[in-house]
């Protein structure tokens, strides 16, 4: 399976300070169609996951332009341009590459200094 | 609004069984794949089963494969899971979570329930 890991495991911030979460898989998440299935999640203290960005950096409906995404091959990036105080939680990537094994990183727990 | 709602988690003794469901509304349950993920107690994600929209394609983590059983009624816009011969790690909240938009499993699940509870303790 491809193995997740995620730098820092947790990320003290100053408000409308930026912010990134770098992600490494062990293997290459480019797929034989030429997408690359690198996707991040957020989860807000008591909530459900949300995913932010798929395909590394398409950003979901709704998702702040403040959230990015970068990366190709083995690692990646998720970068807060400005943290606020609704950004509080765990972030996730998640590599759907090698589907059905999909597996995710361990988690960065980003916090507001 | 596109909804998932889990139910069925609860307190169970090592080897015990549990079934957990599904309830899905606001779209077409017939046509998605679903998942089930879990999150033990202070821990990440664990992606666990997909069952396909006709039930022919199913996958299961090697954490879970030969315990639980996937499957779903489409009439009844529900998607269950079997837990079997149950385990202290298997302690966690349970999601059930699908890929509306776009709808390709590799770019991972944007609709997610709130989860159940699954307790197992003696």
């Known amino acids: ?113 | 609004e596109v909804q998932v709602v889990e139910s069925g988690g609860g307190l169970v003794q090592p080897g015990g069984s549990l079934r957990l469901s599904c309830a899905a509304s606001g779209f077409t349950f017939s046509s998605y794949s679903m998942n089930w993920v879990r999150q033990a107690p202070g821990k990440g994600l664990e992606w666990l089963s997909y069952i396909n929209p006709g039930s022919s394609t199913i996958y299961y983590a090697d954490s879970v494969k030969g315990r639980f059983t996937v499957s779903r009624d489409n009439a009844k816009n529900s998607l269950y899971l079997q837990m079997n011969s149950l385990r202290a790690e298997d302690m966690a909240v349970y999601y059930c979570a699908l890929s509306v938009v776009p709808t390709a499993i590799r770019c991972g699940m944007d609709v997610w329930g709130q989860g159940t509870t699954v307790t197992v303790s003696s």
């Open chain 1, 1 to 113: 399976d491809a193995v997740m890991t995620q730098s820092p495991l947790s990320l003290p911030v100053t408000l409308g300070q930026p912010a990134s979460i770098s992600c490494s898989s062990s293997q290459s998440l480019v797929h034989s169609d030429g997408n690359t299935y690198l996707n991040w999640f957020q989860q807000r203290p008591g909530q459900s996951p949300r995913r932010l960005i798929y395909k590394v950096s398409n950003r979901d409906s709704g998702v702040p332009e403040r959230f990015s995404g970068s990366g190709s091959g083995t690692d990646f990036t998720l970068k807060i341009s400005r943290v606020e105080a609704e950004d509080v939680g765990v972030y996730y990537c998640m590599q759907g590459t090698h589907w059905p094994r999909v597996t995710f990183g361990q988690g960065t727990k980003l916090e507001i200094k």
